[in-house]
């Protein structure tokens, strides 16, 4: 009886293991790779707070929209490098100076507000090392008693969004701040925060979203309180900037599958944008989700298309099994033997095929 409960231990103990992953700074993503995603404000009143060990979040009647890039870029594309170097006086050491603080950037999907004030084209400015991804720097054009400027807001002390390697009960409390100053630079502006976040991973298990199931994945919950004091022209403005948001990770993918950000309004969780890796089966138009246009399949390369009188083609993208994309032409020959989506929008819809490269 004792051999069968040591054993049962043991197997149970091993099925724990197997399920909960370990995601580390190497998985998340690197400079150039891009996911496409759906970001949708509606959620069909989904409850997104649940947590719990071998859990199945099942979000699989999540709607859909629209398909776009998400991804990370070479911050030296950033339209605010500039303006970084200036206030700082880097003159003549720019690129190594901005090189040693920054080493990923991405252009945001939405402008946001701190007060009275808006921040359109925002541009983010990110840290990645092996054990933290840090928000370094925000780029925006704001408008300043009728003038837009491209301005910046860089923390003095960085905003770790995640600590690494993220693990079930792994957790941590990190405080953050801007001090800026701008009347160096002929500005009566001066712009301070101080912040806290607090990251707990909370969850692990499946996770069910339309059409696509991930079956081993972490769930993280980060709370984000940030408390801005503005001073400009001798005016004075206090605002307390407050967010929740929610990530599901999988090993598989550089990004967050499942992202989820709110606020917490009387003890409730208000969702406000979730954003989902878009997976083969999504179809944004099912009218043509059963239709094949491109052949041959198996191919060896060469790849055409078969479409309806008058129809245009808008874009052609094309992705590895990770999700990846990886070109844009009609062309597998220098790619490796393996299965590839192949995702054509035209003048009618789009099409999403798998495409065997043999």
């Known amino acids: 009886m004792k051999k069968n409960l040591f054993s049962a231990l043991i197997l149970s103990c091993f099925s724990f293991s197997l399920a909960q992953i370990t995601y580390n700074s190497s998985d998340f993503a690197t400079v150039g790779e891009t996911f496409e995603v759906v970001n949708i404000i509606e959620t069909n009143g989904l409850d997104f707070t649940q947590a719990g060990i071998n859990y199945t979040w099942d979000y699989s009647s999540i709607p859909i929209s629209d398909v776009a890039n998400y991804g990370y870029e070479d911050p030296n594309n950033s339209p605010f490098k500039n303006t970084w170097c200036l206030y700082h006086f880097h003159l003549f050491n720019c690129d190594s100076m901005f090189d040693q603080n920054f080493n990923m950037g991405m252009t945001l999907p939405q402008s946001f507000s701190i007060g009275e004030y808006a921040f359109e084209n925002p541009y983010q400015h990110l840290m990645k090392t092996s054990s933290e991804l840090q928000s370094k720097m925000f780029g925006a054009n704001v408008n300043l008693g009728g003038t837009t400027l491209p301005a910046i807001l860089e923390y003095n002390d960085p905003d770790v969004l995640f600590q690494f390697p993220m693990m079930y009960n792994a957790g941590y409390t990190d405080t953050s701040g801007i001090d800026m100053d701008f009347n160096s630079?002929?500005?009566?502006?001066?712009?301070?925060?101080?912040?806290?976040?607090?990251?707990?991973?909370?969850g692990w298990g499946e996770l069910k979203v339309r059409n696509h199931t991930?079956?081993?994945?972490?769930k993280v919950r980060s709370i984000s309180n940030q408390n801005f004091n503005i001073y400009y022209e001798e005016q004075h403005s206090e605002v307390p900037v407050s967010a929740t948001t929610y990530y599901w990770f999988d090993k598989n993918y550089g990004i967050p599958v499942l992202m989820v950000t709110g606020t917490?309004?009387?003890?409730?969780?208000?969702?406000?944008?979730?954003?989902?890796?878009?997976?083969d089966g999504m179809a944004v138009n099912d009218?043509?989700?059963?239709?094949?246009?491109?052949?041959?399949?198996?191919?060896t390369g060469k790849l055409n298309l078969k479409l309806n009188q008058n129809e245009t083609i808008k874009s052609i993208q094309i992705y590895d099994q990770s999700g990846k994309l990886i070109g844009n032409q009609l062309d597998l020959s220098q790619n490796p033997k393996g299965i590839y989506t192949v995702k054509i929008e035209t003048s009618k819809g789009i099409y999403s095929e798998k495409i065997i490269r043999k």
Do not use: H, K, W
């Not at 991930?214 to 972490?218: D, E, G, S, W």
């Not at 917490?264 to 997976?279: D, H, I, K, L, R």
């Not at 009218?287 to 191919?299: D, E, G, K, M």
């Open 264 to 279: 917490e309004v009387a003890g409730e969780f208000v969702p406000g944008m979730v954003t989902y890796v878009y997976q």
């Open 214 to 218: 991930y079956a081993n994945t972490i």
């Open 185 to 202: 630079l002929g500005i009566d502006l001066v712009v301070t925060m101080d912040g806290t976040r607090t990251n707990n991973v909370v």
């Open 287 to 299: 009218l043509n989700s059963n239709q094949s246009v491109v052949y041959p399949n198996p191919t």
